[in-house]
């Protein structure tokens, strides 16, 4: 049996999954080292959030955790079905009355959907073997993109939304602004995909 519980007053309500498998791995950097990552994937998540910590943290900080505990999860729709909900009110007092299944179906058309998670370790943060030599913002960023283009090939159909907490936040500014002003006329469908959500939160 799932395990269905609400996230504070949050709109979505979430079931946990029942094939949810926290797992590690590194991935390479531009720059050539190793960079740690943690992830919660299968490959048919609709969305992955990317994850980059805070200065001083890492990939298993609090927040990347309460992520890990609670974003990969079956979420509710039910702020986008809000309008074919109220379209049927009327209908769904008769169906009451009714004994046709498909009346009572019409007024439960939510669907869910599958989210994934992905952290990493800035270099000199968590477990990345290498020193604060190569704590620059260029790696940093160029790291932040090596981990969205795993999870972009781990899960190929997904939206990708970027979550950056503190120092994390501001090297997710950077890399968004980046990945707009290097945008062509025609926009890339890869990139367009990408949505980016701030966080503040606190280490």
Known sequence: ???KRPLNDHPLEYERRNDMTEK??????????????????????????VMAHGFGSGKASPTVTLL??????SADK?????????????SDKSCTQSSDKSCT???????????????????????????GTHLRIENCINDLMSAVAFAK????????????????????????????TSRDAAGSLAESTVQPYVGKAFL
Not at 106 to 129: L, W, Y
Not at 153 to 179: C, D, E, K, Q, V
Request: charged letters at 20%; proline letters at 5%.
């Open 105 to 131: 179906q019409s007024s439960d058309n939510s669907r869910t959907q599958k989210i994934g998670v992905v952290a990493f370790d800035f270099p000199a943060h968590g477990e990345s073997p290498v020193d």
């Open 153 to 180: 090939a781990a899960a190929p159909a997904a939206r990708i939304i970027n979550f950056g907490s503190s120092f994390g936040a501001y090297i997710t500014m950077l890399y968004i602004t980046r990945l707009n």
């Open 78 to 90: 039910s702020r986008t079905q809000s309008s074919d909900r109220s379209r049927t009110q009327s």
């Open 68 to 73: 890990m505990d609670n974003l990969p999860q």
């Open 24 to 49: 590690t791995t590194t991935i390479k950097s531009r720059a050539g080292y190793d960079i740690p990552v943690r992830y919660i994937l299968n490959g048919d998540e609709e969305v992955v959030v």
């Open 1 to 3: 049996m799932a395990d």
